[in-house]
């Protein structure tokens, strides 16, 4: 996008490992919700003289990986993953007027590579923390809208995202044998 937004996010993954001695091999996907905007003042922003400002939001960004993944001891596991990424953005132009406002969707799919750690103090849970470096491009056009009496001579652009998370997982099949008694 035209700005640098940042901010907070909060979301949900699951997924599949399987360990092969020191090894684990799995798939993992990802939902992460964001209310991440930012907002620009101004009709300086634009040719269009009646722009009151330019806003850009991401809305949601998700992952479907797959990881590869060392364990220098039994509780520890060191990973690399990539694969598909989904973002939904938009970027939206303000005019003077309430009806004088122009949204474009900047959604698109593209891909994403990370690394990151897990440790598991107990077999039914983990703590994680990682890395990810998603690829985006997309950009949209908006010079030829007309806001007011000018066009806006401004365009919406989706680069590259950087996020760092940290989460709990749940191992179901040891959570099913705790309640289960087996």
């Known amino acids: 996008m035209g700005s640098d937004i940042s901010g907070l996010v909060g979301g949900f ?10 090894f684990v091999i799995g798939v993992e996907a990802d939902v992460l919700l964001s209310a991440m905007e930012e907002y620009q003042p101004g009709g300086n922003l634009t040719s269009a003289t009646s722009v009151t400002g330019i806003e850009d939001s991401v809305d949601l960004l998700a992952s479907i990986r ?7 001891q039994d ?3 060191l990973f690399a993953t990539g694969g598909v990424a989904f973002i939904q953005a ?9 009806s004088s406002f122009a949204d474009f969707d900047l ?3 593209g891909f994403v590579i990370g690394a990151g750690v897990e440790w598991r103090p107990e ?8 890395g990810m470096y998603y690829f985006f491009n997309d950009t949209v056009d908006t010079g030829g809208i007309s806001v007011g009496s000018n ?3 401004d365009f919406g652009e989706l680069n590259n995202a950087f996020s760092i998370t940290a989460g ?7 959570l099913g044998r705790m309640f289960h008694g087996r």
């Open 13 to 22: 993954h699951f997924g599949y490992n399987h360990q092969i001695n020191s």
């Open 66 to 72: 797959g990881r590869l993944g060392f364990l220098p």
């Open 75 to 77: 509780d520890l596991l």
């Open 90 to 98: 938009e970027h939206r132009i303000w005019g003077s007027r309430q």
């Open 107 to 109: 959604d698109d799919t």
């Open 123 to 130: 077999n039914w849970y983990s703590l994680k923390i990682q």
């Open 151 to 153: 066009t806006t001579g």
């Open 168 to 174: 709990i997982s749940f191992n179901l099949n040891e």
